[in-house]
């Protein structure tokens, strides 16, 4: 049974920093890119961070320089270090894991944690 749980989530006064974690199971967790995905309220879900298991990340442009994830193949987890946050960070915030096998596509999410940075 595939599992994402995200923990870390919380309120911060803006210019301060929260670090999310994703433990996983049920996959083989070095075969996927993992990724952070947020969605505030009214807003369409949007990618902030992604890592494959090559090592290879993008981000969205709104966090570069402030957010890093990384990924810990030994505990199957995947992290994502905020600093300098915003109000406009405010959201919950999603861990995704992907991979395709062709012709099938493995999607699985986490149930997000909440992301509050005050003013």
């Known amino acids: 049974q595939v599992q994402l749980v995200e923990s870390g989530g919380g309120l911060v006064q803006s210019g301060g920093s929260l670090r999310l974690s994703c433990t996983t199971s049920?996959?083989?967790?070095?075969?996927?890119?993992m990724g952070w995905y947020r969605q505030a309220p009214g807003a369409e879900r949007e990618l902030v961070a992604a890592a494959t298991g090559g090592g290879s990340t993008n981000y969205a442009d709104a966090v570069k320089g402030r957010f890093t994830i990384s990924r810990d193949i030994a505990k199957n987890a995947v992290f994502l270090q905020m600093n300098r946050l915003n109000p406009g960070d405010t959201a919950v915030y999603y861990c995704?894991?992907?991979?395709?096998?062709?012709?099938?596509?493995?999607?699985?999410w986490g149930r997000g944690t909440q992301v509050t940075v005050s003013s």
């Open positions: 995704n894991a992907k991979n395709s096998e062709f012709p099938t596509v493995y999607d699985y």
């Open positions: 049920g996959f083989v967790f070095s075969s996927y890119t």
